[in-house]
């Protein structure tokens, strides 16, 4: 059966790009097709300043949210990524194998290396090493595919990179994963700067759509999504950036083709108005489910260690493996 993995960093409130361009595939998809593991990767969250009352909170709210879309943990592992020892363990071993080069081309990494030094702030160590983090979260379940939304794409291919280096230089030890994109939203943009990425750890409120946002607030949010000064709405997300993210938003939520929508819905007030219902009743029942589960911590307290039993079961064994092919 196909092993899939995927993670969710908490860092701040999950936002409608990571449901549209990740969850709702886990949800949908991913779970009933493979033999899947979701993980709320929190070693990543210490990569940035952080307070560490605040990660352990987002944490459980990041499982809780996942819970509240739609994993099953009868179908599934959920798991939070520093209950398992092995991802720390497997880190290591691929920073040796890892070049220095080759983490500082890393988009993410200039980006946000970037907009620390801007802060005024240090950039830590684990920001740059972060993605051989990630690649040993993958490469420690035997991971075939990895359902990630554009911005990851380079991240996983790096894990394909070190397992077939690893492979070469130490002996067959890691499947190759690869990355699998959903067909719309991608990349869903920020409503206010449609040039850039709908990102949690962004400060930018007003243009990113929480999932947990009244329905009041994701109609306004929408309503004032940033345009451009024409009047035919037309599919093109080079000339129209933030029209287009509209369209995928409302293509994604309704099974829809964004080019076809463009078509249906012919003023701007028009797509924004359907846009801002369609993802008003996507969110309603994760929603209630999450206000649900609020009120059981017990449960989502149990499904986790649950889940970080299952997980380092199966990754403990390839861990393993790579620590006597590497030499200890
Ligand atoms: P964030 O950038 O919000 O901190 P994470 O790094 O935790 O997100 O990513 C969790 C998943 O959500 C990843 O698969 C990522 O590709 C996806 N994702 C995050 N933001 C977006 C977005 N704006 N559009 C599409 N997918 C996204």
Partial sequence: MTRVFSGIKPTGHLTLGNYLGAMRQWVQADQHRSDALFCVVDLHAL???????????????????????????????LFVQSHVDE????????????????????????????????RGGSVRLSLLTYPVLMAADILAYGTDEVPVGDDQAQHVEL????AVRFNQRYGHTFVVPRATLPAVAARVM??????????????????????????DVVRKKIMRAVTDSG??????????????NLLEILAACTDGNPAELASVHRSYGALKAAAAEAVVEVLR????????????????????????NKAREMAR???????RAIGL
């Fill in 159 to 162: 894990a394909r990179d070190l």
């Fill in 47 to 77: 990569t940035v300043d952080h307070d560490p009352a605040r990660v352990r909170r987002l944490s459980r709210q990041a499982a809780t949210l996942l819970l509240a879309a739609g994993l099953d943990p009868e179908l599934c592992t």
């Fill in 285 to 308: 029942p994760v929603r209630a489910r999450h206000q649900e589960l609020c009120a059981d911590p017990g449960y989502v307290e149990g499904v986790l260690r649950e889940g970080a």
């Fill in 190 to 215: 920020n409503l206010q700067e449609p040039g850039s990425k709908m990102g949690k750890s962004d400060d930018s409120g007003p243009g990113i759509v929480y999932l947990l946002d009244e329905p």
């Fill in 317 to 323: 064994p390839v861990v393993d493996a790579a620590y």
């Fill in 87 to 118: 991802h720390a363990r497997l880190s290591y071993l691929l920073e040796c194998v890892a070049t220095d080069g080759e983490m500082r081309r890393m988009i993410q990494y200039k980006v946000k290396a970037a907009r620390e030094r801007e």
């Fill in 231 to 244: 009047r035919e709405v037309v599919y093109d997300r080079e000339g129209r950036p933030g029209v287009a």
